[in-house]
């Protein structure tokens, strides 16, 4: 829920929902209106399905080099070369496996 306040510089708007809070000032009330709309809107969408859509696939790999590869009991090197393999070929493989995918349909999951 937005909270709209009046100031000296223009209209202060205060969002808060699922532990997000953001604060922005505005020069005209409608402004402010518009922003909080949107931006509660991508918060929720964000909340609803987990997926942060400022993430990519290779901050996944990088965490998942960081926080998994390197627990592993074999030496992370094959697993590293592979994620930057993927990393440099990534928007090919990507793209082309994305292609492949939907042509077939949905894919199961493991």
Known sequence: M???????AGWQVQIAIKGTRE????STKAEATSWAAE???E?????????????TVGDAFDRYAAEVSIRKKKP?????????AYRSHGRTAI?????TASQQGPMLPF
């Not at 604060?23 to 505005?26: D, I, P, S, Y």
């Not at 918060?43 to 993430?55: A, E, M, P």
């Not at 793209?95 to 292609?99: H, I, M, Q, V």
């Open 2 to 8: 937005a909270t709209f306040k009046k100031k000296p």
């Open 23 to 26: 604060a922005k000032t505005f």
């Open 39 to 41: 931006r509660e809107t």
């Open 43 to 55: 918060i929720r969408k964000q909340h609803v399905t987990g997926v942060d859509l400022s993430k």
């Open 76 to 84: 992370p090197t094959w697993e590293r070369n592979r994620l930057n």
């Open 95 to 99: 793209r082309s496996a994305t292609n």
